[in-house]
């Protein structure tokens, strides 16, 4: 199976920061890695699908990089909703995995 | 707009099974692979498992194989997670989730359910 990691675990940031963070497969995925946003008690959203195709309705502060087994999901200009959860997911194969998280904190 | 509704979700005996329900709305139901994921108290996503639109291709975690059995009816806009032999790992919030294609290879999951609360204890 694909094993996902991502980094860094937290992240500590202000309003206005922008922000990086990390994913990484343990094998080649191609662009097949979409981003998921998930606050307390809630379902997750997802942001950014094949990589870097934003989806409909998410600002467009929110964007993602990458191919093969490095991808980051940046946000350009941390807004006070965006205090969250992120979760890189690959969809390459049949069998699916999700990074661990990645917790976006005030600082 | 679509939406997913989970049922099904209890306290349950180790050991024991149970049968989750995801109603959708708001979609050609039969148009889209449907998958389960799951998330365990204070815990990341796990997928579980995916089936594919027409219901003839299902796929699942190694954690549940054997264990669980995805199906769905596409006339009543439904997908079940059908859940035996129930461990305490197995205690977790069930979120239903539609993919973005009939097949689950290479979707992403853009629409949630609300969750379904699963809790395995004696």
């Known amino acids: 199976d694909i094993q996902m990691t991502q980094s860094p675990s937290t992240l500590s940031a202000s309003v206005g920061d922008r922000v990086t963070i990390t994913c990484r497969a343990s094998q080649s995925i191609s662009t097949w890695l979409a981003w998921y946003q998930q606050k307390p008690g809630k379902a997750p959203k997802l942001l950014i699908y094949?990589?870097?195709i934003l989806e409909s309705g998410v600002p467009s502060r929110f964007s993602g990089s990458g191919s093969g087994t490095e991808f980051i999901l940046t946000i350009s200009t941390l807004q006070p909703d965006d205090f969250a959860t992120y979760y890189c997911h690959q969809c390459s194969g049949f069998s699916q995995t999700f990074g661990p998280g990645t917790r976006v904190e005030m600082k | 707009e679509v939406q997913l509704v989970e049922s099904g979700g209890a306290l349950v005996h180790p050991g024991g099974s149970l049968r989750l329900s995801c109603t959708a709305s708001?979609?050609?139901?039969?148009?889209?692979?449907m998958t389960w994921v799951r998330q365990a108290p204070g815990k990341g996503l796990e997928w579980v498992s995916g089936i594919s639109g027409n219901g003839g291709s299902t796929y699942y975690a190694d954690s549940v194989k054997g264990r669980f059995i995805i199906s769905r009816d596409n006339p009543k806009s439904t997908v079940f997670l059908q859940m035996n032999s129930l461990s305490a790992e197995d205690t977790a919030v069930y979120y239903c989730?539609?993919?973005?294609?009939?097949?689950?290879?290479?979707?992403?999951?853009?629409?949630w359910g609300q969750g379904a609360l699963v809790t395995v204890s004696s």
């Open positions: 708001g979609l050609t139901f039969s148009s889209y692979a």
């Open positions: 094949q990589a870097s």
């Open positions: 989730a539609k993919c973005t294609k009939v097949i689950t290879n290479t979707a992403s999951f853009d629409y």
